[in-house]
């Protein structure tokens, strides 16, 4: 599996950024797709991800500004990051297992792309 991820830079408090990652290699059974992130001197921890069956999970952090969407067919992610804070500045990996999304939380994905770096200025 590869996961190639696009977008992400630097933007201002309360500015928006969109991250997209298309994933290819032997993926047919692959279900969930989405982003973690890991900013320095803490844990990755995920962002936002979305199973093939259309449910999603997000953190709590995240929730009512960043909106994750799936294309199945084109086999690719997007992340709307909007209202951005200090607080998301990280490196954000695209994604992929092939496991339950109920799975993921606990158990991070198999399968990690490089990462991209976000900043948010303050």
């Known amino acids: 599996v590869q996961l190639q991820a696009s977008g992400g830079g630097t933007v201002q408090t309360g500015g928006s950024l969109r991250l997209s990652c298309t994933a290819s290699?032997?993926?047919?059974?692959?279900?969930?797709l989405g982003w973690y992130r890991q900013a320095p001197g803490n844990q990755r921890e995920l962002v936002a991800v979305?199973?093939?069956?259309?449910?999603?999970r997000y953190n709590y952090s995240v929730k009512g500004r960043f909106t994750i969407s799936r294309d199945n067919d084109a086999n690719t992610v997007h992340l709307e990051m909007n209202n951005m804070m200090p607080e998301d500045t990280a490196v954000y990996y695209c994604?992929?297992?092939?496991?339950?999304?109920?799975?993921?939380?606990?158990?991070?994905?198999?399968?990690w792309g490089k990462g991209t770096q976000v900043t948010v200025s303050s």
């Open positions: 994604t992929s297992s092939f496991r339950p999304i109920t799975t993921i939380e606990s158990n991070p994905p198999e399968y």
């Open positions: 290699g032997k993926i047919w059974d692959m279900n969930v």
């Open positions: 979305f199973s093939r069956g259309g449910s999603t």
